[in-house]
């Protein structure tokens, strides 16, 4: 006998370990002689990571998909892995040697601090697989990847090299986000922006010898003329004084007629005494501030493009820590002539931290009279998320891929419908993303990563190979067959016999989305030429968060159609379909963070309410563009779902239910059979299609209903009279069907509840393979006649339970029914059901009639009409005045809801996720007043 309650935490850990023993989830396996195959590529968790929300949501989806298609026969396969997440992990391995107090990354070398991290990746990296595992995930374990080992490193050399020989991997100097903190450049997916509560500084650039121009200051409307002054200075605005010092121009809106006289004139640079030009330029904004603005290109995206454009000086005046840097800074010196004030400026601010320049910097215009006011001033500050202070655009030379020209193949494959997002609109995400795609900046200043392949030679040419000795070998080559000064260096390395000394390798790492841009295609063994590649690339769906649209899935598209091409050489997608899943925000719609204090942790949910009841809540609130939002009260609700399954099971096995082999639908004699085997084939099918066009909170509900609602509480309870009844052979049939029922609902509800339901299987019958592996439900058999019988009952006893709630109708308080209008099929139902009816609706009798009896309240059905006299069962004056009263006060709700929805301020001025919380409450008063509404009708009529 089943056990009285489902423990979830004695049974997942078993089940789990039974499918680990059995090999269950190995690619292809339960896979049907010449099945299509089936692959989805995990999005590779980082190995410093631990399961979140999102991953939970993440995976859950997938699995969902995996184990239908598993079942349904495909050759299947998970491809697990995990990311070597560059900067978070060594800041994870140089924190652990702080806190142990070893020697420093610097203090021990790279090649010892990489062996380090190795060393922590074997001991520490990865807990986030095995939280995988108890969430269900039916990866093929046995095919662990890595970024860094080595089959994924071949692919990155091989991909790095390829590309740089074929012209889309260059050096460049160009502007990166430069983290002061880690002292690396970081991608525009580690920067997020912090809200700070800083200041404008207006500051005072005085124009070049002789120059002056009118600026208007006010407004003559007697004479109506504008009054202006003389000025021979320009003002410009800045949240960021510290950058001056790299001031190379001025730019001013060309069509700015306070400004176009100035356009080819100079400002001196106060204390410095560099002339700048002023530029005409779109960039400007005529009504925001002063309408004049200071460029810096080296610490500015938006000065960069305006100093190309300009043709502007790029002076870099700051160290890679983010601190002053104009000493010995030959850019910075250029043209300039070493005055006392210079000299004076240089010795106060050059080595002094960016923010303390800023300060002392400030105090010089005051002190100079050319601060002209100072503005509080809110704005958002780009921030890394790893080192956690303010990033600093910074010139740099660095590695950069063409992404422009590798994008193209990528937009034209989506716009052609090769590969399509689900939901659709992210498709526009896309495209505005890639067609404005900037070049990929792929070089880290890190350690640990994939070290680029470059060598440069003694005069700076650099060497692209996948080896050393590759490189080597071109160097060589390239040396001594040109003349020049360093043929002969050259030739004596070779004599001296030490070839080593010839090249120095790019200290620089890859980018982490580098290799997880390979990910389709390296996981399965690319370069090589292997079965898996063949098998399963391309793979069929990418399920993915709409974060990294951009940073993951652009690139693997980019990847995939550079690297990958058919038989005839056409380019060959990495994956047909992409699924983009929204967040999981708490159940107020707010986001979760660490500073809100409400965050949940998925692992605490899996201890509380097993994975089981995790998985089915995330997959019944997985609507397509609509966020998640979780209460732990619905995942309590969805356990309730499980142990009402375990439950029927459990009630089954009392009523003699046990798996017959011999039964089959289209077996079943009565309606009652027949009716649950129709609807059991509707959700089948209802249940396919949702997860087929991922649509899973559909799937998930059929199931709910028709566990919940059909099953147990319809099926089980007309046949307790069966199993109750002196009739054998109905009693026998009901069994065999029931076991049927439960046996296919099992596999349906697998997908989503794996633990229970392997659990429920083994329990049941003697079976020759894991319910993992068992076939997919048929929905071939259908009974309309019989539903239509079955259905109408409960439509029927539905109606006058519902009645009965409305009306307050005290449980023990039974009248007889009346049927009003019946044609000859109602009534042959109603005097065949009428023991049901009376047993389940709580009434006396079944009787029909021309028409209703006065004061009842009156229950469509079909043609016909069900009037149950209310006189006889409660005070109608009461009730009425109890109903008048609730319907007022969810008018007075709704009104104040409304009037908030309709003030323009709050809707505008208010957190979305408040919004859409006063929506969903109007929603549900809207439902009260119309259930309310219809029950103070019924009375009315009473």
Known sequence: MLEKTYDSAAVEPKIAKKWEDADAFEAGANAAPGADSFCIVIPPPNVTGSLHMGHALNNTLQDVMIRFERMRGKDVLWQPGMDHAGIATQMVVERQLMERQEPSRRDMGREAFVERVWQWKGESGGMIFNQLKRLGASCDWSRERFTMDEGLSEAVLEVFVRLFKEGLIYKDKRLVNWDPKLLTAISDLEVEQVEIKGNLWHLRYPLEEGVTYEHPVGYDEEHDQVITETRDYLVVATTRPETYLGDTGVAVHPDDTRYQSLIGKHVVLPGVGRLIPIVGDEYPDPEAGTGAVKMTPAHDFNDFEVGKRAGLRMINIMSIDGHISIDENSDFLEGLERTDE????????????????????????????????????????????RGGVPIEPRLTEQWYVDAKTLAQPAIASVREGRTKFVPKNWEKTYYEWMENIQPWCVSRQLWWGHQIPAWYGPDGTVFVEKTEEEALHAAIQHYISHEGPWKAWVEEKLEEMKPGEILTRDEDVLDTWFSSALWPFSTLGWPDKTPELARYYPTSVLVTGFDIIFFWVARMMMMGLHFMKDEHGNPVEPFDTVYVHALVRDKNGQKMSKSKGNVIDPLSLIDEYGADALRFTLAIMAAQGRDVKLDPARIAGYRNFGTKLWNATRFAEMNGVKRDPDFSPTKAKTTLSRWILTELSKTVREVTEGIEQYRFNEAAGALYRFIWNQFCDWYLELLKPVFGGEDEAAKSEAQACVAYVLEETYKLLHPFMPFMTEELWEHTAERDRLLCHAAWPSSDFADNEAADDINWLIDLVTG?????????????SKAPLVIVGANSVTRERGERHGAAIERLARIEGVSFAEAAPKGSAQIVVGEATACLPLGQLIDVSAEKARLDKALGKTQADIDRILSKLGNEKFVANAKPEVVEAEREKLAELEQQKASLETALKRISEA
């Open 342 to 385: 210079l000299n004076k400026l240089i010795k106060a601010l050059d080595g002094v931290e960016r923010f303390a320049a800023r300060k002392l910097i400030v105090e010089m215009f005051e002190q100079w009279g050319l601060l002209e006011k100072i503005d509080a001033h809110t704005h958002m500050v780009p921030h890394g998320d």
């Open 800 to 812: 006058i339970r519902s009645a009965r709630a409305e009306m307050n109708v005290p449980p023990a």
